[in-house]
T-cell receptor, first 112, second 116 residues
Framework: GENVEQHPSTLSVQEGDSAVIKCTYSDSASNYFPWYKQELGKRPQLIID?????GEKKDQRIAVTLNKTAKHFSLHITETQPEDSAVYFC???????????FGPGTRLSVLP | SAVISQKPSRDICQRGTSLTIQCQVDSQVTMMFWYRQQPGQSLTLIATANQGSEATYESGFVIDKFPISRPNLTFSTLTVSNMSPEDSSIYLC?????????????FGEGSRLTVL
């Protein structure tokens, strides 16, 4: 089955700097790659996603890139702010209705 | 996005007892799931709740321990049976829409269980 790795496990950046989180997946047939943000004590929420027919997607300060050949995708956050501090989970999915395989998570701390 | 209500939001339970968690969605959805999130860990799928039939369990999870009901397209329950301290976790209900939103998971607020 699918296996998703995520790095780093923790990341501290200064406010205003950029943050990059990387994930690799094992099943080349996976075609949907979402990123979820979970603030302390709250539910995970989808912040951005990318499908396999796209190489990059951007939404304001966040972007996701996908390299299907290398089987990895990355989350980029620019101009980080304290409210970006959270745990971020990547996931890979093969088809609608199938099991989302989540990465182990990255705890991002944005220092003021 | 979906409004997903879970209850209880938290509970403290005694070893050996069982607790049922309810999940109510404000609209009909095809796919409903139950996840477990152990302290400081990622999200692990327990099972897919199938409307009108038995749930589909992931490896490591069994119906006797985590019985699930889904009587209609907006409601599901998860029971954690014969609890032990190792069952202390956050349990999350989630739904997935099809069509243009296929693949997007929406989560309930979670039910934080502490087993003493």
């Amino acid at each position: 089955g699918e296996n998703v790795e995520q790095h780093p496990s923790t990341l501290s950046v200064q406010e205003g700097d950029s943050a990059v989180i990387k994930c690799t997946y094992s099943d080349s047939a996976s075609n949907y790659f979402p990123w979820y943000k979970q603030e302390l004590g709250k539910r995970p929420q989808l912040i951005i996603d990318i499908r396999s027919n796209v190489g990059e997607k951007k939404d304001q300060r966040i972007a996701v890139t996908l390299n299907k050949t290398a089987k990895h995708f990355s989350l980029h956050i620019t101009e980080t702010q304290p409210e970006d501090s959270a745990v971020y989970f990547c996931a890979a999915i093969l088809n609608y209705g199938q099991n989302f395989v989540f990465g182990p998570g990255t705890r991002l701390s944005v220092l003021p | 996005s979906a409004v997903i209500s879970q209850k209880p939001s938290r509970d403290i339970c005694q070893r050996g007892t069982s607790l049922t968690i309810q999940c109510q969605v404000d609209s009909q959805v095809t796919m409903m799931f139950w996840y477990r999130q152990q302290p400081g860990q990622s999200l692990t799928l327990i099972a897919t709740a199938n409307q009108g039939s038995e749930a589909t369990y992931e490896s490591g999870f069994v119906i006797d321990k985590f019985p699930i009901s889904r009587p209609n397209l907006t409601f599901s329950t998860l029971t954690v049976s014969n609890m032990s301290p190792e069952d202390s976790s956050i349990y999350l209900c989630s739904v997935e829409y099809g069509g243009l939103r296929a693949g997007e998971l929406f989560f309930g607020e979670g039910s934080r269980l502490t087993v003493l």
